[in-house]
């Protein structure tokens, strides 16, 4: 039995039309934040904003929207129900449905932290959204012991595990991962009809049948929040009509171009995460 095709080959955004309109590409909601973690919320917009997403709306905890809503001026913002701890409640899955139905593309998962009633929102949402779903953090983790659920029968999902994180999703642990990356993350893929991007040092991208292997990034990457930003660039580029291992081929490579580019201004150390936005433009335009 033959391994998955090696990709290197990476995809190209066509031009725009003169006569476009920002429903032209894509309508984004990103579901995300809770106490503590408005900034997730707010750098996941953001990129989804910067990799050129018509139009975005970031649904968060009500206690955090405030600020979420001053983070950027670009995106627009639903405040959703929250627990005691100050994370998104259950009872926003109505709500949350409403909204997937307005919207082209879902990223959920930077800022949610962690709770029973959040678990069982993501997965509803997972088998009722029929929408190209970006899973990442938190979102992850509300299928650790039923990854089953993943794969219920929609397509186009897109999960973004750091090792850890994908190693609580196959009962392993952090070391297994690091040692198998490429064979774990493809035969994930394949059993679960979805795409995965596996970060790290060359990060990996592998729907089961092709995989592609990230050669932009440094280790002034290795810092928070740089996680959020690219799921929201993976997201933007679902909207603007790439498929699934596209638009998580080319997010990887352009979120790893703009960390290069940055590292070269600002050197690895002082890295952080809205650097990454500030040199996406740049990384953009390189790979055009």
């Known amino acids: 039995m033959t391994g998955p095709q090696t990709i290197t080959a990476l995809p190209v955004l066509p031009p725009r039309a003169a006569d476009c309109h920002k429903g032209d590409f894509g309508r984004v909601l990103v579901i995300a ?47 959703l129900p929250q627990d005691a701890d100050g ?13 997937c139905t307005a919207h082209d593309v879902i990223a959920i998962g930077p800022g949610l932290n962690r709770s ?15 929408k190209p779903l970006v899973i990442d953090a938190d979102g992850l ?7 089953e659920r993943l794969s219920s029968g929609q397509k186009h999902r897109i999960i973004t595990p750091h090792p850890g994180e994908f190693a609580r999703l196959l009962g392993t642990d952090t070391q297994t991962v ?12 394949a059993k679960h009809d979805c795409v995965v991007v596996l970060k790290g040092n060359r990060t990996i991208v592998t729907d089961g049948q092709r995989i592609y292997v990230n050669t932009t990034g440094n ?29 998580a081929q080319l997010g990887v490579h352009w979120h790893g171009l703009a960390g290069d580019l940055a590292r070269d201004q600002i050197g690895e150390i002082s890295l952080l995460a809205t650097d990454v936005l500030d040199f996406l433009p740049a990384a953009i335009r390189s790979c055009r």
């Open 33 to 79: 934040g809770s106490r503590g973690m408005s900034g997730a919320a707010i750098l996941c917009g953001c990129a989804a904003l910067r990799a050129g997403a018509g139009l975005v709306k970031v649904a968060t905890a009500a206690e955090v929207l405030p600020i979420v809503a001053t983070g950027n001026t670009c995106y627009t913002t639903a405040a």
């Open 87 to 99: 994370f998104i409640a259950a009872t926003a899955l109505s709500l949350l449905l409403e909204l």
């Open 116 to 130: 029973p009633g959040l678990t069982g929102l993501v997965l509803e949402l997972a088998s009722r959204v029929a």
């Open 141 to 147: 983790n509300a299928f650790i012991g039923q990854t």
């Open 178 to 189: 690091q040692a198998n990356r490429a064979e774990l993350a493809s035969d994930f893929a």
């Open 219 to 247: 280790p002034g990457l290795a810092k928070g929040g740089t996680g959020d930003v690219l799921t929201g660039i993976i997201a933007a580029l679902l909207g603007q009509h790439l498929a699934p291992f596209e638009a």
